[in-house]
Structures are given as C-alpha cells and as structure tokens.
C-alpha cells in the first residue's frame, strides 16, 4: 500500500502550501546511508516531485496542479514498478486511475471536507498547529492511488524531546483503520520548536522501493531529512 508520508493541505480550504525543498531519503539504520534524493519545486501552481538514487536514476515522479490553493489533479510514475496513476478532482468529485500491468482500473468517489494528497500534508499541520499543541486530534481522508480510494488517518502530538541537541516536537500520523494500521506503521514528523515549525525529518514508508535480496521490490520504510533549497534554486522554482 503507497502511502508516502509527507507534505499536505486540505482541498476545499485555504492554505499556504509548502515552499520548494529537498531532502535525502536514508535507510533507517545507524549508518543512515543515502538511498534517495527528494526534491519539490513549484511554479505557476504546478508542483514537481522528483525521487532519484545516488546515481541519478529517477525512482518515481509526481506532478500536482492547484488552483489557488485547491488541488485540481495529482499524477505519479512509479518508474520502478512501471505503473502510474493520477487523481483528478472536479465537480464534488474525485476520479482516480491507476495502471499496473498494462490494466487501467478507475474508481470516482464523492469528495469529502477533509481530503488530502501527499503533498499537501505539511501545511495541513503548520494550518492546525494550534489545535494539535491543545492536544486535538485531526482526522484526515488520504487519496491513495494504486487502491483507488481515500484511506483514513488521524495526526495528533506524540511528545517533546531532544534529537541530536535538538528540542523537537514530534507529530504522529496513524491510519484510523485498525487493520491498516497492523501493515501501514505510523509515521512521524520531527518539527523544530521554533517560531517557523521547520520540519528536520520524518521517519516512516517513503514512496521509493527498495529491492530485496531476491530481487523483488518491497515497501521502504526510512528517515526523509530535510533542507530548504539554495535560494537562487528557491527564487527559479517559485518565481511567477
């Protein structure tokens, strides 16, 4: 199940979305060693999301086009599957297609208040930043492609601690189905305690795969440390 952790806002409601960054996607181990790179970068309200390993080689893409704030259609390729997908959200709707093994499967559904994709998660929380210091606990629909469907999830504060000399506080995402949340883990987003709420890490399944010793490719669960762009890299990417 696809279900790549970070970066969303809500579709029926204004909010600022995420500036352009990047970050290195590494295995969750004490080596940490460089798996993949992440970069986002927007322009004109489209959005690019690109994953490539340390050699250059791209692992999947996605591309988002907002309206205003409000998300029109999401598409990925999944280059290491071979599959693609996209969402498409229109006239209270929400119309999903996925591809896998040359078989297109499509799938439309009544959109709903608290709809999410991927890329909107971050700004969902710095928007409810508030409600979740209180202690509230929000309940969000996740669009998954490959299952063509919304998948429920819930995000509250976990706690406050240190990390790497660091003070954090650390925000949990959980799937509100408990028999999702027996295969999908919780993923968890390490914000800095600032004034700005800088998200340094998330820990948790990534959109890349990883290939077992088999061969096969399996879901990847690893650290996502994040940097902001260059500025010059920032100003090219935003710039309207």
């Not at 606990?137 to 063509?148: C, E, K, Y």
């Not at 790497?164 to 028999?179: E, Q």
Request: glycine share 6%; charged share 30%.
């Amino acid at each position: 199940m696809r279900i790549f952790c970070f970066l969303v806002l809500l579709a029926s409601v204004s909010v600022v979305r995420a500036e352009s960054f990047s970050a290195d996607i590494l295995e969750n181990s004490p080596s940490k060693k460089l798996l993949f790179k992440f970069t986002r970068a927007e322009k004109d309200h489209h959005v690019v999301r690109t994953y490539v390993d340390p050699q250059g080689v791209r692992a999947a893409l996605e591309e988002l086009d907002y309206d205003g704030d409000v998300l029109k259609k999401a598409t990925l390729v999944q280059d290491q599957l071979g599959q693609k997908g996209s969402i498409t959200v229109s006239n209270g709707r929400i119309n999903f297609e996925y591809t896998k093994d040359g078989v297109t499967k499509k799938a439309n559904l009544e959109l709903e208040s608290n709809f999410i994709v991927t890329d909107q998660v971050y700004p969902f929380v710095l928007k409810n930043w508030g409600a979740l210091m209180k202690g509230d606990s929000l309940t969000v629909r996740l669009g998954v492609m490959d299952r063509l469907e919304t998948v429920g999830f819930k995000f509250f504060k976990e706690n406050d601690e240190t990390v790497d000399g660091k003070p954090m506080t650390i925000i949990k995402m959980k799937p509100t189905s408990f028999l999702i949340a027996t295969v999908v883990h919780p993923i968890l987003f390490y914000f800095e305690k600032d004034d700005a709420h800088r998200l340094d890490k998330v820990v948790g399944r990534t959109l890349p795969k990883i290939k077992t010793s088999g061969g096969k490719w399996a879901d990847l669960e690893a650290i996502l440390k994040f940097y902001p762009l260059a500025v010059s890299e920032k100003k090219e990417s935003t710039d309207h």
